[in-house]
């Protein structure tokens, strides 16, 4: 984050932190709940959110060298994701060209080739088909034109971004509205991924991306884990366009106003939290930074399946460096797993009781009305347009 933008939110934390007070949306937001159970709902996210807007599959450092490969089908779509020979994030639909097996499986280091599973048709990092066996059989078949089928890919700030159909290319910045600037300033590229595990809770997806949204409720609901750390109910917010920005304070912040102000580096002191349109929330912390891609879990509004990821400044190089790492892979699961999201899923089902149409958000939860209305504008502008 620029050194600019830092002492602005510092300046923010000392005023709210002295008046009691915290970052506030002009008014109270009322949010339907039927948004959360509706199947509809879904099917038009499904058909513009995770269709057409460019998703967040990961970190360069995943795929480090050329033939470093992951595949992830989580948006609906099988999408194999290769670095080629010539250094470039290349993206596919993991789909053999022949009779449609998958030629990829998990992740994996330096392979050249993918040879399909099934008749073994075998393609290269840059998606062309290489070689057919027994290609007597298809004489007819250009094999120039039947490569794997490309996906548009951006590899920018050491993150990638994929489409998830087939089309031209994309500029990420024109989704990313501005907050560019922050994602520039924090090195990604060189960045180490530690390890990324699976979440698959009975909620909407929405109300996983909600559950990190404000800070209001850490002394409540984390009054176990976390409180002591961070504080409840101050947070600093800026909106990016169809993206945000929300700060969050540790209970350490005055450390940092005994430096002088040109010295000020407030990452130590707070926890950032950003929505990136539409599913990804990237949590910056001390040295760590983690990411939660949230998708729905198939046409069922009431569950979602996510990817979370956690990210380091380098690769441990000791025993002890590891036990650290995996300690806050553990301690972040831990209070999702035992905290956020049980709750989040009586919730779930208590929407279904009727007991009211709308939740209210207040207005010292400004990110949550901005990621709701930003959807809503955005699936309204889609439909729109059709
Ligand atoms: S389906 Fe891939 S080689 Fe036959
Ligand atoms: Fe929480």
Redesign the pocket.
């Known amino acids: 984050m620029e050194h600019a933008v830092q002492v602005e939110n510092a300046r923010k934390f000392i005023e709210y932190l002295e008046s009691k007070t915290t970052a506030m949306a002009e008014a109270e937001y009322r949010n339907p709940v039927s948004q959360y159970t509706c199947p509809e709902r879904l099917s038009r996210e499904q058909a513009l959110l995770f269709s057409h807007y460019p998703l967040h599959i990961g970190f360069s450092c995943e795929i480090p060298e050329p033939g470093d490969f992951k595949t992830d089908d989580f948006s609906g779509v099988p999408i194999l994701l290769v670095r080629g020979e010539d250094g470039k994030a290349n993206a596919f639909l993991n789909v053999c060209r022949h009779r449609g097996a998958p030629v990829a499986e998990g992740c994996g280091k330096g392979q050249r080739r993918f040879t399909c599973p099934y008749h073994a048709w075998v393609y290269g990092a840059d998606g062309a088909l290489e070689y057919i066996p027994g290609e007597d059989g298809f004489e007819a078949l250009d094999r120039s034109t039947h490569g794997l089928r490309p996906l548009p890919v951006q590899e920018k700030y050491g993150m990638i971004w994929v489409k998830t159909e087939p089309g031209d290319d994309f500029e990420i910045d024109d989704s990313l509205q501005g907050v560019e600037r922050d994602l520039a300033t924090y090195g990604f590229e060189g960045f180490h991924h530690f390890e990324t595990g699976v979440l698959r809770p009975k909620m909407n997806w929405k109300l996983v991306i909600d559950?990190f949204l404000e800070s209001y409720?850490?002394k409540v609901?984390?009054h176990r884990s976390i409180a002591p750390l961070i504080e409840s109910n101050v947070a600093t917010f800026e909106d990016f366009g169809i993206n945000h920005r929300g700060i969050y304070v540790r209970k350490n912040f005055d450390e940092l106003l005994a430096r002088p102000e040109n010295e000020w580096n407030i990452l130590p002191y707070t926890t950032m939290v950003y929505v990136l349109f539409p599913n990804t929330v990237l949590v910056v912390q001390q040295e760590q930074i983690e990411t939660w891609r949230v998708y729905p879990d198939g046409d069922d509004p009431n569950a979602s399946k996510m990817h979370v990821s956690l990210y380091t400044p380098n690769a441990p190089k000791t025993e002890s460096a590891t036990r650290h790492w995996r300690n806050n892979m553990d301690l972040l699961m831990k209070?999702v797993n035992e905290?956020?999201f049980p709750l989040g899923e009586k919730m779930q089902f208590g929407f279904h009781s009727l007991a009211q149409d709308h939740l209210t958000f207040g207005r010292n939860e400004p990110a949550l009305a901005h990621f709701h209305s930003a959807l809503d504008r955005v699936l309204a502008e889609g439909i729109a347009a059709e």
Do not use: A, R, S
Request: hydrophobic fraction near 40%.
């Open positions: 559950t409720h850490i609901l984390h209070v905290e956020d």
